[in-house]
């Protein structure tokens, strides 16, 4: 499996070979035309051929392994509020500034695109910080869910605590 580089905002990524560890600023430019995740080879002086995934995102993704809960709430145009509709557990499987990346536990196939979420979990920091983010269901493929979160302030304990825990 090819490890993860993350392309930087000036189109540069870091390389770091397997074998001996040499570390390698490269400008990735010539691939700007690519999406989001794409593969190369590299080959490193040492003679050490890998490969590895080019990952371009606004923030960067980590990978967790948390279970949490979601409550999916709809807006009430009566009450104009929003309203809890029906609760389930989750695994998180990675996390990033603006959103996480999640699996449904269970059989229920209760979730949409669209769907407004109310999430719960704790991250494996030292404290065991607990996060609480309304968010909203961007795409589902089987059983894995991306979510958006809805805001991201850098006021919230939430956000606080998401911006510490992704921290290198």
Not at 4 to 20: H, S
Not at 39 to 50: D, E, L, R
Request: charged share 30%.
């Amino acid at each position: 499996m090819p490890e993860n580089v993350f392309v930087n905002k000036d189109n540069t990524a870091c390389f770091v070979c397997p074998a001996c560890n040499k570390a390698k600023i490269l400008d990735i430019s010539k691939y700007d035309y690519l999406k989001r995740a794409y593969i190369i080879k590299c080959k490193c002086p040492c003679g050490h051929v890998y490969s590895v995934k080019l990952e371009k995102r606004q923030y960067y993704r980590k990978k967790i392994n948390v279970y949490g809960k979601y409550t999916k709430i709809r807006f009430s145009d009566k009450t104009k509020r929003y309203e809890r509709q029906h609760k389930g557990t989750v695994l998180i499987k990675s996390i990033s500034r603006t959103g996480i990346r999640m699996s449904r536990l269970g059989t229920k196939n209760d979730l949409k695109v669209g769907d407004k979420l109310l999430l719960e979990f704790r991250i494996d920091d030292a404290k065991g910080t607990l996060i609480k983010k309304t968010a909203s269901i961007v795409w589902i493929k089987h059983t894995d869910i991306g979510v958006e979160f809805d805001k991201t302030e850098s006021f919230t304990p939430s956000d606080q605590a998401i911006a510490f825990y992704l921290l290198p």
